[in-house]
Every structure is written in structure tokens, then in C-alpha cells.
């Protein structure tokens, strides 16, 4: 069974995040990074199903040089080889010109299943892995909570709203993007990271269109402001009127 994996790099969680001087994209020359949150799980599940079923998994990254270090540790925790496409720009691109980056680099890659985590940690569009499918070609199901893959089936479990499941049987090959927490995450151990060094990484360089797909006008951070309002009368007005003013101006009713 061969697996491609997408996966991004973004700002650690932990790290105080600064806005530029221009206002449209944040200080990320001394940022610490790390691999997404959702990417690792779908990292996860592609790790146990070749584990069940045997196969390679490759793992495709865009971003800037520095984005190497996330297809490093995933190749650490167990996939076969990596993908990088180049580009110092993908950080600020939209959904739609981020899979196309990526579908151009895997569209010639023989496999079963892409995995995609469902969300990315810094813009959260939730949109790339659903692009992804459509440049691709492939069915896909989003939000998925378990994978089960017998005798050339596939069986996934959807995460629905107010705590409801779905089971959908899909053709390979498919993309499915991978809800967070589906199971446990393994880490890179030294026998892995050693052995890292040596799996291949293919560089694949892209030209960026002149539209990002959004424009970012301004980053700032949020400005906390209050303000008081007195509400007079007698005390069975004040009641209707405060009332009001939670129901119609502050929303909180």
C-alpha cells in the first residue's frame, strides 16, 4: 500500500508571535517551528497502515528551505523518502495555490492514499487536502476519525456534528484529511533519526503565480477595550432593559 503524506511546517504553538514591520505576515526569522498538529496524525495513520499492510510512504512538504526539517522528522519516525517543494513564498499563498504546489509535485507519484491533516495550525483554511483531491482527481472524505483498508476496500469514519459518526466506503486511490487525535503519536528514536539522513528527498522548485488566491491586508494583534454602560429607572425597567441590552448588544442571551 503506498501513502503520500502532506505535510506543512508551522510556528510553534509556544512561541510569542510577532507581527512585521510591513503588518502583512509575522517576524519568522527567529521563530522556532514544528511539524502541524494534524499532519503528524495523518503522518500516524500512514505509519500504521503500512505497518498492517506493508508498502512505502512518501512525505511531501512546501515551504522554504528551512521546511526540510519536518520531511527529516517524518522520515525519522518511518517514511520511506521525501518531496520538497521549494518556495519562500508558500507561507503566505492560499489554499488553491498551495495544492496546486503540491498536487504538480505528486501528480506522477503511483499510490493508494494522500493523507492530509485536516486543518494547518497557522491559516486553518481546512480547504488544501479538498483542492488537493480535485487537482488530483481522487474521491476524498474530510474530518476522518479511523481508516480501515481489507482486500483493495477502503472504510473511513467521518466525525460529524453534535457527536454523530459516518462510515463511507471509498475507490482507491482517495485522499482523506485527517481529524487530530485519532490516535497516538509515535516519536523519532535515535535508530530513526540516524537513518534519516540516508533516505532520499526530492527537490522540486515552483514558480508562484502573481496571486496568492488572498491578498493580506493587515496582522495586528487583537485590541482589548471595554466600556460601561449604566442603566437607569426604576428596578423592574432596569431589569427589561438590561435584558435587552445582553439579548440585542452584547449577544450573551
Not at 520538497?84 to 505528486?106: M, R, Y
Not at 481522487?138 to 466525525?159: C, N, S, W, Y
Request: glycine share 6%; with cysteine; aromatic share 4%.
Amino acid at each position: 500500500m503506498n501513502i503520500i503524506v502532506c505535510i506543512k511546517q508551522v510556528i510553534t504553538r509556544e512561541w510569542l508571535v510577532r507581527v512585521d514591520e510591513a503588518q502583512t505576515w509575522i517576524r519568522d526569522q527567529d521563530a522556532s517551528f514544528e511539524m502541524n498538529e494534524p499532519d503528524a496524525y495523518a503522518l500516524e495513520a500512514a505509519l500504521r497502515l503500512k505497518e498492517q499492510h506493508g508498502g512505502e510512504i512518501i512525505v511531501c512538504s512546501a515551504g522554504p528551505v528551512r521546511a526540510r526539517q519536518v520531511i527529516l522528522e517524518a522520515l525519522a519516525r518511518g517514511a520511506d523518502r521525501g518531496i520538497h517543494v521549494v518556495s519562500d513564498d508558500i507561507p503566505k499563498a492560499g489554499a488553491e495555490v498551495v495544492a496546486e504546489a503540491l498536487a504538480n509535485a505528486i501528480c506522477e507519484e503511483p499510490c493508494d492514499l494522500v493523507l492530509t491533516g485536516l486543518q494547518s495550525n497557522d491559516q486553518g483554511f481546512a480547504q488544501t487536502g479538498v483542492i488537493l483531491a480535485t487537482r488530483l482527481g481522487m474521491p476524498h472524505a474530510t474530518i476522518i476519525m479511523d481508516v480501515q483498508f481489507d482486500e483493495g476496500k477502503l472504510r473511513v469514519k467521518r466525525e460529524l456534528e453534535g457527536g454523530l459518526f459516518q462510515w463511507v466506503a471509498l475507490p482507491v486511490p482517495a485522499l482523506l484529511t485527517i481529524q487530530s487525535g485519532i490516535n497516538q503519536l509515535r516519536y523519532a528514536t535515535l535508530k530513526g533519526i540516524v537513518a534519516a539522513k540516508k533516505k532520499p528527498i526530492r527537490t522540486v522548485d515552483t514558480e508562484m503565480p502573481d496571486i496568492f488566491g488572498h491578498e493580506i491586508v493587515k496582522i495586528y494583534t487583537p485590541e482589548k477595550s471595554k466600556q460601561t454602560h449604566f442603566v437607569d429607572g426604576t428596578p423592574a425597567s432596569a431589569a427589561v432593559e438590561l435584558i435587552r441590552l445582553l439579548r440585542q448588544d452584547a449577544r450573551v442571551l
